[in-house]
């Protein structure tokens, strides 16, 4: 099985070096898709010798995602991991959210970090994320346990029929009424999530959960 | 009176100009003719309210507004909406053409970097 993990990149030297070298001692097809990067995301992803796609401009995380796909699907991925570039994940548990897929029970596999032992999650931060799986709920009919998160793994028909027309954040959303619209077979697992003082700067704010409910209201009225 | 003239001249001066650019465009063929049919259209129309302020008061008495000015400014503003729309619209589509491209210049730069 052609594994492939697609990490989306916007200035994360921080922490992208840690996480690839991490990824390679198990896993050999790594995509990083550097967001328009300003800072040395690409030439830390090129040194780790991993694929890098390299936006020439910042187009957002759900672009990114769907580039990384896009170009895993041409390489002949039979499963597709999504992977966040900031450390927040954990490699170990790679293995946990593919075996649904490698048993092929499902067809997309969603990272959950209230299911299960739960993440120490900051008080605010929940409050947004439980807003956020409402909201999606209203949206798609789907109840999930964690609507935002970017720990996922599709197999190779789940990952050809979702289509992200959402460049920026609201593309979490959108892969939900994506799985509901195409009829997937999903499942929830539970992932731990580690909030590092880095990850949660990095992370969504309580004014951009507006914006990404702006973004799919007006996709909404224009479709 | 006086005053009004000066106003309806430089009104009717204005959609006459405007008229003559979406005829250059549709000679152009920047625009089709469904656009170029509702621009001139629309700009007769503001000539004609100039000219005939009369009008839009029977207009508007038929759909039940009071005053003709009150007419003109709601279909102004419905019409400004709906523009608006549209531009909001083709924003939109041009912004998904643009990650399109990038999306494209990247995975081929990646494919040209692996053939060499």
């Known amino acids: 099985m052609n594994i492939y993990i697609v990490i989306p990149a916007y200035n994360e030297d921080q922490t992208l070096t840690q996480v690839l070298s991490e990824l390679k001692k198990d896993y050999s097809n790594i995509i990083v898709v550097d967001d328009g990067s300003t800072d040395n995301t690409f030439q830390q992803a090129l040194l780790a010798k991993v694929v ?35 450390g927040q994940h954990q490699v170990a548990e790679i293995a946990k959210i593919i075996q649904p897929l490698i048993e092929q029970q499902v067809d997309v596999v969603l990272g959950s970090r209230f299911l299960g032992q739960q993440s120490k999650i900051p008080l605010f931060r929940k409050i947004i994320l439980k807003m ?46 994506e799985i509901k619209r195409n009829k997937l077979n999903y499942k929830e697992v539970p992932v731990t999530i580690s909030y590092t003082k880095y990850s949660l700067s990095k992370g969504q704010t309580f004014w951009d959960s507006f914006k990404i409910a702006k973004d799919i209201f007006f996709k909404k009225i224009i479709k | 009176m006086g005053n009004y003239l000066i106003i309806r001249i430089i009104a009717s001066v204005f959609s006459i100009f405007a008229i003559f650019k979406v005829l250059k465009k549709y000679r152009d063929k920047n625009i089709s003719f469904k656009e170029l049919f509702f621009w001139v259209i629309i700009w007769l129309a503001v000539g004609l309210v100039f000219w005939l302020p009369r009008f839009t008061t029977f207009l508007a008495n038929f759909l039940g507004i009071g005053r003709g000015a009150d007419l003109v400014i709601y279909t102004s503003i419905i019409l400004i909406f709906y523009l608006i729309f549209r531009i909001f619209i083709i924003l939109d589509k041009q912004q998904q053409e643009i990650t399109k491209i990038v999306r494209h210049l990247a995975i081929t730069e990646e494919e040209r970097k692996k053939e060499n």
Do not use: C, P
């Open chain 1, 132 to 177: 956020a799986i409402i909201f999606t709920w209203l949206i798609s009919g789907i109840k999930l346990t964690d609507a935002h998160n970017g720990f996922r793994a599709f197999n190779r028909l789940a990952a050809e029929k979702i289509k992200i027309s959402q460049d920026r954040m609201a593309h979490s959303s959108e892969i939900i009424e």
């Open chain 1, 52 to 86: 890098v796609l390299s936006h020439l401009i910042n187009r957002g995380q759900g672009a990114a995602l769907a580039t990384g796909i896009n170009y895993a699907l041409e390489q002949g991925a039979d499963i597709i991991v999504t992977f966040d570039a900031d």
